[in-house]
């Protein structure tokens, strides 16, 4: 999983006109960061610990909601095209709902 994950890293960077939308998912909870790697600082931050759950969809629904939640902070910012990195990660699940979820509303990548 490292060497993959340092293998899209060595490709995906953000700059402040185009963030990269880092997403981090554990066994409970998904968080996403759009992030300007010139200056190493975070723009714009949503997880599920802020996001209202419901119980329609489970983890997926919840993850969808964070990339809502994601699009609307980064319009406030300012934001609309970002670089997707994934962590790793399969796009697949909660990656991928999140993905839709920040897409639908706005954020192009």
Not at 46 to 72: C, F, I, Q, R, Y
Request: zero cysteines.
């Amino acid at each position: 999983m490292a060497r993959r994950k340092a293998r899209i890293r060595a490709r995906v960077f953000g700059t402040s006109a185009r963030p990269r939308l880092s997403v981090r998912r554990t066994l409970l909870h998904v968080y996403a960061q759009l992030i300007d790697d010139d200056s190493g600082k975070t723009l714009a931050a949503a997880s599920d610990l802020k996001v209202k759950k419901t119980k329609e969809g489970g983890k997926v629904g919840v993850a969808k909601e964070v990339g809502v939640e994601l699009a609307k902070v980064a319009k406030a910012a300012g934001i609309t095209k970002v670089v997707f990195d994934r962590g790793g990660r399969a796009y697949h699940g909660r990656v991928k709902a999140l993905a839709e979820g920040a897409r639908e509303n706005g954020l192009e990548f």
